[in-house]
């Protein structure tokens, strides 16, 4: 039952990502719902559960994109293993929390990605990659991570989500 709910939630936000964010653009940017979740979904459940969610829900973009196929698995199994470590020592209640947290692992992220393009030949300038998509990016993320993680918590702890690691 937790595996078809966290199913749901990962192509609710591949939807939303791909229709509705698309045209709520803010600087040219818009926010990679798939790594909120995954961010939200590893301070939950532990580095383990967070770098499977991840890498699923980055080979879901993948696929989605047609580019770099694993870019995208790889730096979001990363970001949800290492977000996934302060399972058990941070502070989860909190959506302001929740949202530098989720600017933190934006930023690494998004950073993972840019350095594996450079790695693939693909060149972007530093000014260009930081300041026109990386730090945008993870603002809107941590903006939908205030508005979002009340719910999610919620359901992790009183809702469908709860108790998934068990």
């Known amino acids: 039952m ?3 709910v966290l199913a749901l939630l990962v ?4 939807l939303l990502q791909t229709t509705v964010f698309q045209s709520l ?3 040219g940017v818009s926010p990679n719902l798939i790594l909120v979740l995954v961010v ?12 499977v969610l991840g890498f699923v829900g980055g080979l879901v ?3 989605l994109s047609g580019f770099y196929l694993g870019m995208n698995a790889l730096s979001m199994a990363l970001t949800g293993y290492i977000v996934g470590l302060g399972h058990h020592t941070l502070f989860r209640e909190s959506p302001w929390i929740m949202a530098v947290i989720t ?9 993972v990605n840019y350095l594996l393009l450079l790695s693939l030949g693909v060149t972007i300038l530093p000014g260009n990659a930081f300041f026109g998509v990386i730090i945008p ?30």
């Open 11 to 14: 192509v609710a936000a591949v």
């Open 25 to 27: 653009r803010v600087a």
């Open 61 to 63: 973009q993948d696929l």
């Open 137 to 166: 990016v993870a603002v809107y993320n941590s903006a939908v991570a205030v508005l979002a993680y009340r719910r999610y918590y919620s359901s992790s702890t009183k809702g469908l989500l709860r108790n998934f690691t068990n």
């Open 103 to 111: 600017f933190v692992a934006s930023l690494g992220a998004e950073t």
């Open 2 to 4: 937790h595996v078809f």
């Open 40 to 51: 939200f979904f590893a301070i939950s459940n532990g580095p383990r559960h967070g770098a």
